[in-house]
């Protein structure tokens, strides 16, 4: 793979024949995409924090990237229940108030042709009772995380570990959720099953440490995963089903699986085991070689021949470069599409790509 080039002016201009991938349409799953950019999952955290309901703003917001032409707009993290809330200002969709917000915003992105899913979350562990409704985290185990919850900069509380009522409960959530997404005109959802949150806590070795069929070996481990991939493509069906998993971690995030190829054969076996079409792999830096010389996303399309989203600090080159190599359908940009409401006019017509400055951007909506 090409590297990420570190220079502005890289994003100023597209090569000869990146249009022809970049901007054509496709259609994956029960939706037909513009293109095969994606808007990446961003937390925004612009939703009311005491009813987690969006307003207009995000309405213009997610508008003004629809409008831009984007293939796939991934919401930013919505929360099933109060307890899966795990930073200040995150919108939910477990409520007729946070429902009927969403379908403003999705009324808005149909009519600017574009197609958007709700990404679907519960953070277990990485909160704090003050956020998860004054009660405490849950988690697969009794292990705290360490550091402070990003955003509300207080400690990680203790969680509780869920007994098997409470994770059927949370499955029950995830479906209704997805069931709650389609009646707020969203086009499907994707399952956050990464970066440390609820369901990559029980995926992982280092948060849980259960003895029932829910523990084990990774095998054994991915038993959640795929009980709430199923609940969910039940209640919406799998072409409007999306996972995203990640060896990244929120609260660990130099963590890697001891021997990636391995995890991730286990992981894409699970997939197809719960029904899955669509998978969304989700690391830091795309082109970063993981094992036996493989990126990633390399390694995932050697066991994988469904619908993948690529993303990791991608650039137009290198996403071209590898949906032609059949690695990926879809190209996901995360923060660029946060520094530039017009991130496809931007590349089509060679203008300079607005770097995403944190201090600027990160408490801003354009």
Do not use: C
């Not at 080039?5 to 939706?31: C, Q, V």
């Amino acid at each position: 793979m090409s590297q990420i080039s570190k220079e502005t002016n890289t994003w100023g201009y597209l090569k000869d024949g990146l249009e022809s991938k970049l901007f054509e349409p496709i259609k994956i799953g029960a939706w037909n995409l513009r293109s095969r950019i994606a808007m990446a999952p961003l937390t925004r955290t612009f939703a009311d924090d005491q009813t987690g309901v969006v307003g207009d703003d995000i309405v213009e917001y997610y508008r003004k990237r629809a409008a831009d032409g984007v293939g796939l707009i991934i919401s930013e993290g919505t929360v099933i229940s109060p307890r899966g809330k795990g930073y200040p200002g995150v919108p939910g969709i477990y409520s007729d108030e946070q429902i009927k917000g969403w379908k403003k915003v999705t009324e808005a992105v149909h009519k600017e042709g574009g197609t958007m899913i709700a990404q679907i979350w519960h953070v277990g562990r990485l909160s704090h009772h003050e956020l998860a409704g004054n009660l405490p985290p849950q988690a697969p185990s009794i292990i705290p995380a360490e550091g402070l919850v990003s955003r509300f900069r207080k400690p990680y509380d203790v969680p509780e570990e869920m007994t098997l009522e409470d994770i059927n409960e949370v499955i029950n959530q995830y479906a209704q959720a997805a069931k709650n997404a389609i009646a707020a005109g969203f086009d499907g959802v994707e399952i956050h099953g990464a970066h440390g949150y609820l369901i990559d806590q029980f995926n992982s070795d280092i948060t849980n440490h259960r003895t029932d069929k829910y523990g084990g070996d990774l095998n054994q481990r991915l038993t959640f995963m795929k009980e709430v991939i199923k609940a969910v493509i039940a209640a919406i069906g799998t072409d409007r089903t999306m996972i995203r998993f990640s060896a990244h971690k929120a609260d660990i995030p130099n963590y890697m699986w001891e021997d990636p190829e391995m995890a991730i054969r286990t992981f894409v076996k699970a997939f197809k085991e719960a029904g899955a079409t669509m998978i969304h792999p989700s690391i830091m830096h795309f082109d970063r070689v993981l094992a036996n010389g493989k990126t990633m996303h390399q390694l995932v399309r050697k066991y994988w021949d469904g619908v993948i989203i690529g993303v990791g600090t991608l650039n137009p080159e290198m996403a071209n470069q590898a949906i032609e190599e059949g690695i990926i359908d879809v190209a996901a940009f995360g923060r660029p599409l946060i520094s530039n409401p017009d991130f496809i006019h931007r590349l089509k017509n060679g203008k300079k790509i607005v770097e995403y400055d944190v201090k600027k951007h990160l408490n801003t909506l354009i």
